[in-house]
């Protein structure tokens, strides 16, 4: 008589991910999400501070070109509008006009001044940027030939 063998255990075929595979996976992922979208976000604020501040120094060259080729002499405050913006101005004299000279310490045909100008730049009514700037003021007294 033949002995017989027991019959061989039955090999189990894995096909697949389990629930808690797939749950697991799905956590690992999530948190690089959010990890990614944190990074994301701070980025973006970044992005737009540095946007607002570039804003903020072109209006404030441009403000500053329109002082600069102003005479706060004969006028020493005012209000202009550069396109959306509105650059307000007020001059205080730092020292009393005085005949002004040349390099070789002759009369000149100007009086010229030295101005504080404080300015203060909007935009819809908003402040945008306010600075001073020290300004040279000037009139002519006399014609060029009268030296």
């Known amino acids: 008589m033949r002995r017989s063998r027991p019959p061989a255990p039955a090999v189990r ?4 991910f389990t629930l808690l595979e797939a749950i697991v996976a799905l956590v690992v992922f999530s948190m690089g999400a959010f990890a990614l979208y944190g990074w994301l976000s701070t980025n973006t604020i970044a992005l737009q501070r540095i946007r ?6 072109v209006a404030m060259h441009s403000a500053l070109d329109l002082i600069r080729r102003s005479n ?3 006028t020493p405050a005012g209000q202009r509008q550069l396109g959306d913006l509105t650059v307000t101005w007020n ?5 009393p006009p005085k005949p002004g000279v040349d390099q070789s310490g002759t009369p000149d045909v100007f009086m010229v001044g030295l101005y504080d100008v404080q300015v203060r730049v909007t935009r819809g009514g908003d402040q945008l940027h306010a600075f001073h700037v020290r300004q040279v ?4 007294v006399r014609e060029v030939g009268d030296l």
């Open 13 to 16: 075929m894995v096909g697949g």
């Open 52 to 57: 607002d501040r570039q804003q903020v120094e």
């Open 72 to 74: 706060p002499m004969e």
């Open 91 to 95: 001059s205080e004299p730092v020292e």
């Open 137 to 140: 003021g000037w009139r002519q």
